[in-house]
C-alpha cells in the first residue's frame, strides 16, 4: 500500500478531529470528546503550538470506503523528566481499521521517534489503556518499556473539579 507521513498543516485539523472522535469510540469514552476542529487548529498551528502532529495520507485510488486519504494521525508534544531531560509524549496513534496491518501505526510511531531525537529528546513516552492489548503488544513489541508492571509508575490526572479545587489551594 502506498503512503507517505508529513506534518500536520492547520487545514488537516478537521480530519485530526474525527479521527479524534473515532479513535475515542475506539476507545469507549466518544463522551469525553470536548475539543473542536477550531481548537485543535488554534491550539496545533499558533504562535506557540501546545502540539505537534504527523498524519498518514493514502493516494486518492486507495482513499477510505468514505472517502478520507488521509488515515492515520500520532499526536505528541514535549516534556520534561528531570532525571533525563527532554521527553517526547505521543498522545495518540491511531490509524483507521481499514488500513491497519499495513505498516502505517508504525510508520507513525517511528516519525515521532525521529523527531524526538532529532530535538535531544531522551525518551518517547505513551500511555495504553489496560483492556487494549492489541496496542500494548504492538508497543511492547517495538521495544516499550511497560512501567506500571516493571517500575510501578501510575500514570494520574487531575481534572474538573478536581482541577479547579486543587488550584484554588494555590498561595
Known amino acids: 500500500m502506498d503512503f507517505s507521513i508529513r506534518a500536520a498543516k492547520p487545514e488537516d485539523s478537521k480530519d485530526i ?16 470528546v470536548k475539543i473542536s476542529h477550531k481548537e485543535l487548529e488554534q491550539d496545533g498551528f499558533g504562535a506557540n503550538p501546545f502540539y505537534h502532529c504527523v498524519i498518514a495520507e493514502v493516494p486518492e485510488k486507495q482513499k477510505s470506503k468514505d472517502g478520507h486519504t488521509t488515515v492515520g494521525y500520532a499526536l505528541f508534544f514535549y516534556t520534561y523528566r528531570t532525571w533525563k531531560g527532554r521527553t517526547i509524549y505521543m498522545e495518540d496513534l491511531y490509524v483507521m481499521p481499514e488500513f491497519r496491518g499495513k505498516g502505517i501505526g508504525k510508520a507513525l510511531m517511528s516519525t515521532v521517534a525521529r523527531i524526538g531525537q532529532e530535538q535531544q529528546c531522551a525518551c518517547l513516552q505513551l500511555s495504553v489503556l489496560d483492556w487494549n492489548r492489541p496496542s500494548l503488544d504492538f508497543y511492547l513489541a517495538k521495544g516499550a518499556q511497560d512501567l506500571t508492571a516493571t517500575e510501578g509508575w501510575h500514570f494520574l490526572r487531575f481534572d474538573g473539579d478536581a482541577m479547579e479545587k486543587l488550584a484554588q489551594e494555590a498561595p
Not at 479524534?20 to 475506539?26: D, K, Q, W
Request: charged content about 30%; glycine content about 0%.
Open 17 to 32: 478531529s474525527r479521527m479524534i472522535m473515532e479513535l475515542a469510540v475506539y476507545e469507549k469514552m466518544p463522551d469525553q
